[in-house]
Every structure is written in structure tokens, then in C-alpha cells.
């Protein structure tokens, strides 16, 4: 499912769909998988430019949901400001600390001349952790704009309910 028309105002981040991904951007990406999570997958790049892509699966047999965005300015700069201080995920984030497991993660830095990545479950790094914390935040905001999309063209019955829902991330602030 690929959504190409909506809009969620939020501070932050403007859900602006529709910007082509510039191929001569920087770009930071964050992806993580794990089974037992809704989404189950996900992927969020944000170029340099602010043009930005969420993928997504709820669960692990649905087919991947796209999202194209524009972020605001300020998160474009807070996610490259944290990339620049982790040296654009050049070194190791994995804790060796033991915790629970809550997923495979991946932070990535991509620009014309290179490419650097960080496989992680669970880092200690506050950096990394709350660049991480905004990425979830971008993913709770494009998932619920993704299941507002669907609902209006499948499930028009269940649009007050997700609202609601919407409503309540925005509350309890899990939105970007």
C-alpha cells in the first residue's frame, strides 16, 4: 500500500506526502524488525533536504505500507545534529548490557561517498537513544497516518475510533 495524499499537522513534523526522495541527499536511516511489535517493521529515511520515507508492516504477512513526507526543518536538524555527534554511526552502539530483547535495530548514514551502519538491539548511549525515541515518535505519527488512510477508503466506520486513537498518541505524546 503506498499512500500519496493526507496531511498530519504536528510540531516537528509535517506529514507533507508526495516529495520525491533526492538521490544526491545525505540520509539517515532507522529500521527495525521485530515480530511481536505493531509495526512489526519499520523503515524511516530522512534526507538532508527534508524529503523522508516511512515503510512499514503492522504485522509480519501484511505488505509493505509507504509513506512519503516532508519533515520539518528542526527534526531534519535534530536527526543530523545526533548523527554527527554518533560520527555518522562509524562505531559500535550494542550495550553489553543484558536486557530483554525488544528487536533488531539499524541506524545508517548515506551520503555520495559512503555508507556506515550499526546493527543494535539496545544501546546505552543517550544519543543514539533518543534519536531512536524520535524515530519511534515519526513511526507511531506515519502509522496512524497510514491506518487513517485505509480506514477512510475501507473502513469509513472506523474512522471516529481511530481519530480517537490518534487523539490519545497526541495526549500521551507519541507523536513527532
Same mark, same amino acid.
Given at each position: 500500500?503506498?499512500?500519496?495524499?493526507? =496531511?498530519?499537522a504536528a510540531p516537528g513534523l509535517a506529514l507533507l506526502l508526495g516529495p520525491r526522495l533526492a *538521490?544526491?541527499? &545525505?540520509?539517515? =536511516?532507522?529500521?527495525?524488525?521485530?515480530?511481536?511489535?505493531?509495526?512489526?517493521?519499520?523503515?524511516?529515511?530522512?534526507?538532508?533536504?527534508? &524529503?523522508? @520515507?516511512?515503510?512499514?508492516?503492522?504485522?509480519? $504477512?501484511?505488505?509493505?505500507? $509507504?509513506? #512519503?513526507? %516532508?519533515?520539518?526543518?528542526? %527534526?531534519?536538524?535534530?536527526?543530523? &545534529?545526533? &548523527? *554527527?555527534?554518533?560520527? #555518522?554511526?562509524?562505531?559500535?552502539?550494542?550495550?553489553?548490557?543484558q536486557v530483554a530483547y525488544t528487536g533488531d535495530k539499524m541506524l545508517a548514514f548515506d551520503d555520495?561517498g559512503r555508507h556506515q551502519s550499526q546493527p543494535f538491539t539496545y544501546t546505552t548511549d543517550k =544519543? *543514539?537513544?533518543?534519536?531512536?525515541?524520535?524515530?519511534?515518535?515519526?513511526?507511531? %505519527?506515519?502509522?496512524?497516518?497510514?491506518?487513517?488512510? @485505509?480506514?477512510?477508503?475501507?473502513?469509513?466506520? #472506523?474512522?471516529?475510533?481511530?481519530?480517537?486513537?490518534?487523539?490519545?498518541?497526541?495526549?500521551?505524546?507519541?507523536?513527532?
Amino acid at each position: 500500500m503506498t499512500v500519496r495524499k493526507a =496531511t498530519l499537522a504536528a510540531p516537528g513534523l509535517a506529514l507533507l506526502l508526495g516529495p520525491r526522495l533526492a *538521490a544526491q541527499s &545525505a540520509r539517515v =536511516t532507522y529500521m527495525r524488525s521485530f515480530k511481536e511489535s505493531k509495526p512489526a517493521f519499520l523503515q524511516i529515511e530522512v534526507r538532508q533536504d527534508g &524529503a523522508a @520515507r516511512y515503510q512499514a508492516r503492522e504485522v509480519p $504477512t501484511d505488505p509493505l505500507a $509507504t509513506l #512519503d513526507f %516532508t519533515a520539518s526543518p528542526r %527534526t531534519v536538524a535534530q536527526i543530523f &545534529a545526533a &548523527a *554527527a555527534a554518533l560520527h #555518522d554511526f562509524s562505531q559500535p552502539l550494542q550495550s553489553k548490557q543484558q536486557v530483554a530483547y525488544t528487536g533488531d535495530k539499524m541506524l545508517a548514514f548515506d551520503d555520495a561517498g559512503r555508507h556506515q551502519s550499526q546493527p543494535f538491539t539496545y544501546t546505552t548511549d543517550k =544519543t *543514539a537513544a533518543k534519536l531512536v525515541d524520535l524515530f519511534e515518535k515519526i513511526s507511531v %505519527t506515519g502509522m496512524d497516518a497510514i491506518r487513517l488512510q @485505509r480506514a477512510l477508503r475501507y473502513q469509513p466506520l #472506523d474512522v471516529l475510533s481511530l481519530m480517537n486513537h490518534i487523539q490519545d498518541d497526541w495526549s500521551n505524546h507519541l507523536m513527532a
